[in-house]
């Protein structure tokens, strides 16, 4: 769709198996996050922006409420709608969002507003937000603190151009937000376990400019990867591992 960055494109048609596949779930403590920052309930109308495959989607709606996802890839929409049946799925983007105005309790970004950090986006978000309507922000990011966490990431740096990361703050900027109240910030711990194949390497296949690349690129980064697991004395040799992440999760409101 217009707008949208070539590593989201291409990345995220060629590797939504592997995102739905690799990707981390959610620390349980985001349930109270979605009640008290968001004011999710039952009767509550709330929009998965940038839904992906719906990883985020499921805590909306076991939060209570009625959940519209829209997500601009095709190939994620298609796993999307293999995961959630029940669940609208809408080709749509951040600029221009398939609902009526003042029609959402909640937006909910996760994994995405930094694809979409403009004030474009943010008007069209205050578009379709009732007024004391919430928009949330959320990112698992590895923990960098873990040596062989910040190892992986030396190896998916050279990478990444000029595609879009949560890490690089650029998103920042974009607030405060005329129209909304100051952004509120909340942190917790991750522990995405499982076999390394999932919880590393289709993780990293999963990022989007790294599943962009031509195949013979993209099978010197696993190499790498694969490199990495092979040496790191916390993933050798073991079935199960655990990838630590933080989870950020920031909120506002509009305003009258």
């Not at 190939?75 to 398939?98: C, D, H, K, T, Y």
């Not at 009526?100 to 937006?107: G, K, P, R, T, Y």
């Not at 992440?245 to 920031?250: D, E, G, L, N, P």
Request: charged letters at 25%; one cysteine or more.
């Amino acid at each position: 769709m217009r707008n949208l960055h070539r590593a989201a494109a291409q990345g995220f048609e060629a590797g939504a198996t592997r995102y739905s596949a690799g990707r981390p779930d959610y620390p349980a403590e985001l349930d109270d996050w979605l009640r008290d920052a968001l004011g999710l309930a039952s009767g509550k109308r709330a929009l998965d922006l940038g839904a992906g495959t719906g990883k985020f989607t499921a805590r909306l709606i076991a939060a209570g409420a009625s959940v519209t996802a829209v997500e601009p890839v095709a190939a994620m929409r298609a796993e999307f709608a293999r995961a959630l049946p029940e669940v609208q799925v809408l080709e749509g983007s951040a600029e221009a969002i398939p609902a009526s105005d003042a029609s959402l309790d909640a937006v909910a970004c996760a994994q995405s507003f930094h694809w979409f950090a403009t004030p474009a986006a943010l008007a069209e978000i205050r578009r379709v937000l009732k007024v004391g309507g919430a928009l949330g922000l959320v990112w698992n990011v590895r923990d960098e603190r873990i040596a062989w966490v910040a190892a992986l990431d030396a190896i998916l740096r050279p990478y990444e151009g000029d595609a879009p990361r949560h890490e690089s703050g650029f998103w920042r900027r974009a607030f405060p937000a005329p129209g909304f109240t100051p952004l509120a910030e909340r942190r917790f711990r991750y522990d995405h376990e499982g076999p390394p194949e999932r919880v590393i390497v289709d993780r990293v296949l999963s990022t989007s400019f790294i599943a962009a690349l031509e195949p013979v690129e993209r099978g010197k980064v696993e190499d790498a990867v694969r490199a990495l697991i092979a040496g790191a004395p916390e993933l050798a040799g073991r079935d199960r591992v655990i990838s630590p992440y933080v989870t950020i999760a920031c909120s506002c409101r509009k305003r009258d």
